[in-house]
């Protein structure tokens, strides 16, 4: 049988404990709060890089030292070249205008450090994708723009035909590069020997080749064909045919900023959809009247896209209008349209024999 007096204690305890449970709560509400602003207050919002660079005015997009089809200075001192015509199409979807962008010029160890520090905004030079510099770096691809693989450009004095035939020959390659991890592996893989000729940037590589202190150069494949032509006797070179390695070249980011990633790869994307919709820069104004379902997400008639992503509803368009679609951008730097002629090869559509394929704008 219950003790009446003992009930009567025993619920005063819990009404007690109750009083001091809502007093302590309350207490670290009104903490969480003070708190709370205090902190806002020290810490203010950080803006990301797409609002950075609205309030600019200018996009800051870093890109290699001189390489032939990607990215050099003309006679008349413009940048030109694959990347460089989609660092304006970024501009151009971002700020409404792809003149304005600021090139910096990097070498191979500066990019990913000028990256991170945030003297660039986008990195779009030939950087090949790897494990080790997103994991590592803190870096973030978006994407791939050209599809590549290590080769080699030997003399002809060589008399060789084959990377095969090239043991014991005195390689020139860039420091610091997948380039001379990927030499390395190679000859090793092929049990072959070869004298290493190390230099600390692209233009002194060539210039040692070219100065005959070595009888192959080691690069993409990409840029081996402008170096050749570079050459005063470009016909005393060869491209020799073999590829070996995997070089996905894309442009890259920092990967603290989601919202600015998916910007620079749905601008990329975007060029690729343009080519397989058959919308370019010389039919603009038809795609703009298109009923097609897919054209008119294309051009922000539907689907609202833009908004989503931050900038206006017609950026896709803007990102073709600036320099074309990914087709166009190719043959004029690079393929039949160029000095250099490099067929499309993998970066065909996918639906031409090539890997080239982009997710839909849906």
Not at 119 to 135: F, H, I, K, P, Y
Not at 233 to 248: Q, R, T
Not at 286 to 311: I, M, N
Not at 335 to 357: A, D, E, H
Request: aromatic share 8%.
């Amino acid at each position: 049988m219950t003790d009446p007096a003992a009930s009567a204690d025993l619920q005063k305890e819990r009404t007690d404990m109750s009083k001091v449970s809502w007093s302590n709560a309350s207490w670290l509400a009104r903490s969480g709060l003070c708190l709370a602003a205090l902190v806002g207050f020290a810490l203010p919002a950080v803006a990301g890089t797409l609002d950075t660079v609205k309030q600019r005015g200018t996009l800051q997009c870093g890109v290699s030292e001189g390489v032939v089809g990607f990215s050099e200075k003309d006679a008349q001192g413009s940048w030109r070249g694959f990347d460089v015509d989609f660092c304006r199409a970024v501009a151009a979807v971002v700020l409404g205008d792809a003149g304005k962008v600021a090139f910096t010029p990097l070498s191979a160890s500066q990019r990913f450090d000028a990256l991170k520090a945030g003297t660039v905004d986008l990195l779009a030079r030939n950087s090949t994708w790897t494990l080790g510099r997103e994991a590592e770096l803190g870096l973030a691809f978006a994407g791939i723009t050209y599809h590549d693989g290590q080769g080699f450009l030997a003399k002809r004095a060589l008399k060789v035909d084959s990377a095969l035939s090239l043991d014991k020959a005195k390689i020139c390659v860039e420091a610091g590069t997948t380039t001379q991890l990927n030499l390395a592996d190679f000859f090793k893989a092929n049990s072959m020997t070869y004298e290493e000729k190390v230099h600390p940037s692209a233009a002194e590589a060539f210039a040692a080749f070219e100065g005959g202190q070595c009888d192959v150069l080691t690069r993409d494949q990409s840029a081996l064909h402008g170096e050749r032509l570079r050459l005063a006797k470009p016909a005393e070179a060869i491209v020799l045919p073999d590829v070996i390695s995997k070089e996905p070249l894309g442009p890259v980011v920092r990967s603290d900023d989601f919202p600015w990633f998916t910007v620079v790869k749905w601008v990329n994307f975007a060029l690729v959809n343009a080519e397989e919709l058959g919308v370019s820069a010389a039919n603009l104004d038809d795609a703009l009247k298109s009923q097609k379902p897919d054209v008119r997400r294309f051009t922000g008639a539907e689907g609202g896209f833009g908004k989503a992503l931050g900038v206006e509803a017609d950026w896709a368009v803007r990102a073709v209008k600036a320099g074309g679609n990914y087709a166009e951008i190719y043959e004029r730097n690079l393929g039949t349209g160029s000095k250099l002629g490099i067929p499309r090869g993998l970066n065909q559509l996918w639906n031409m024999g090539g890997v080239l394929y982009a997710p839909p704008l849906r």
